[in-house]
């Protein structure tokens, strides 16, 4: 399994604003996946990370919005750009150790007014 | 378009009962992965299923797999209070920037006294 933890765990936005979320991992991961859960919604893949390249965005998102960072294979970040309130959601990092499972951090919970 | 679809959405069940959550898929897909969400938290791993008619159990919850109907099923017998939580079903594709997860509806289930 993988301890994962993100920063912070939670936030109030003003719209127009833009908010970086951090994802630590305990150990070297070549993939990780960050993940939108909107109210009472199930989790959207947002886009890919891995060490070395560019991210990989899922239909739908665009990195000018949600620009990702993955300096090293143990850290990712996401910044949600210019806020408005429909991005009010929970942030989610996860990362696929075994190609068996994903394992998920904590979230972050982002409330934009 | 890979589709993942649970249902009931949602459920009330009494203790003590028996119930089983549908998730269907459109994809061929040989693995199955089932998690549960408790309010305000992340996403926790219940099974990871392999293989046309796995069947995994674990306490009062037993998931199945039939890779042929694309439907994986997960049994609750006996309900507890305890098993309230959100229940979500998915399932991976490899693409070229690595495996990625889609996640069904979810089945948001109470238990009731």
């Known amino acids: 399994s993988a301890v994962i933890s993100q920063k912070p765990s939670r936030d109030i936005c003003q719209r127009g604003t833009s908010l970086t979320i951090q994802c630590q991992v305990d150990?070297?991961?070549?993939?990780m996946f960050w993940y939108r859960q909107q109210p009472g919604q199930s989790l959207t893949l947002i886009a890919t990370a891995n060490q070395g390249s560019e991210a990989t965005y899922e239909s739908g998102f665009v990195i000018d919005k949600f620009p990702i960072s993955r300096p090293n294979l143990t850290f990712s970040t996401l910044t949600v750009s210019n806020m408005s309130p429909e991005d009010s959601s929970i942030y989610l990092c996860?990362?696929?150790?075994?190609?068996?499972?994903?394992?998920f951090g904590p979230g972050t919970r982002l409330l934009v007014l | 378009e890979l589709k993942v679809e649970q249902n009931p959405l949602f459920l009330s069940m009494q203790e003590g009962k028996n119930y089983t959550i549908y998730c269907n898929y459109s994809t061929t897909s040989d693995r199955l992965y089932w998690y549960r969400q408790d309010p305000g938290k992340s996403l926790e791993s219940l099974f990871v299923?392999?293989?046309?008619?796995a069947v995994k159990q674990e306490g009062r919850l037993m998931a199945s797999l039939d890779t042929k109907a694309r439907l994986s099923t997960l049994h609750i017998t006996a309900a507890v209070h305890d098993l309230s939580a959100t229940y979500f079903c998915?399932?991976?594709?490899?693409?070229?920037?690595?495996?990625?997860?889609?996640f069904g509806t979810g089945t948001s289930l109470t238990v009731i006294p």
């Open positions: 996860s990362v696929d150790l075994s190609a068996l499972t994903q394992y």
């Open positions: 150990s070297q991961v070549t993939m």
């Open positions: 299923l392999l293989s046309n008619g």
């Open positions: 998915a399932v991976d594709r490899w693409v070229n920037t690595g495996n990625q997860f889609y």
